[in-house]
């Protein structure tokens, strides 16, 4: 029985665990109508991501995943929560059909395209041969570095993510604009504290008009 879960067997019994997980997150936020817990929902689903990303051997894609998905776009979106009404206006049927119809498209492509993917750990796969080969074999000895993934996206592909930084970056930026935290935000600030001052002028002023002495 103990030899039954190692192996490949138990690689799938984990990768089925956390996709039905994913699926019944995902199934509870299209059902919720609470903002504030499709927000938590939506960071939880990032994180069971990345805990799959690693099973899978894509620890890089993982850091990211859980940096991005589970932290600044919960930020991000909690931000955004306060600017509107905390629960989602109830759709018709008939508004739910195209997006349905649109993910079960979209499903059965990306399962038809896995039938030509290599299985994990294929020797012959094109991650393990050719180019990726050739990065397990010069990386340590032109970088230093004993993580391969490390040069690769620092050296090799530097400025493929040199784009992808600036790509995060202005997507950040305009959110944060979007949201007010800027000028707009400052002079809101400034705005307001204008007008609390005036409110105790006045309360100042009305007290003193009301004192006998």
């Known amino acids: 029985m103990h030899s039954m879960f190692n192996g490949d067997f138990g690689v799938v019994l984990v990768n089925i665990f956390l996709l039905a997980i994913l699926f019944a997150t995902a199934v509870a936020i299209a059902r919720m109508r609470s903002l ?6 939506s960071g939880i689903y990032s994180l069971v991501s990345a805990a799959w990303y690693v099973a899978v051997d894509a620890v890089d894609v993982a850091f990211t995943e ?4 589970a932290g600044m776009s919960t930020v991000v979106l909690l931000g955004a929560m306060l600017l509107t009404s905390r629960t989602a206006k109830p759709e ?6 195209g997006p349905l119809l649109v993910c079960l498209a979209t499903g059965a492509a990306l399962i038809y395209a896995t039938v030509d993917l ?3 750990g294929d020797a012959s796969s094109p991650a393990n041969a050719g180019v990726g080969l050739t990065y397990l074999q010069v990386a340590w000895f032109e970088t230093g570095i004993p993580n391969v993934v490390t040069p690769v996206l620092g050296s090799y592909r530097g400025f493929d993510t040199l784009g992808e930084t600036c790509v995060v970056f202005t997507a950040g930026l305009a959110v944060a604009l979007l949201l007010g935290f800027g000028e707009r935000s400052l002079a809101e600030r400034i ?3 204008g007008r609390s001052g005036e409110r105790r002028t006045n309360k100042v002023s009305a007290a003193s008009d009301e004192d006998p002495a």
């Open 191 to 193: 705005r307001n504290e």
């Open 92 to 97: 018709k049927l008939a508004f739910r059909l």
């Open 36 to 41: 504030f817990a499709i927000v938590m929902l």
């Open 118 to 120: 290599p299985a994990l």
């Open 66 to 69: 859980a940096a991005v998905g």
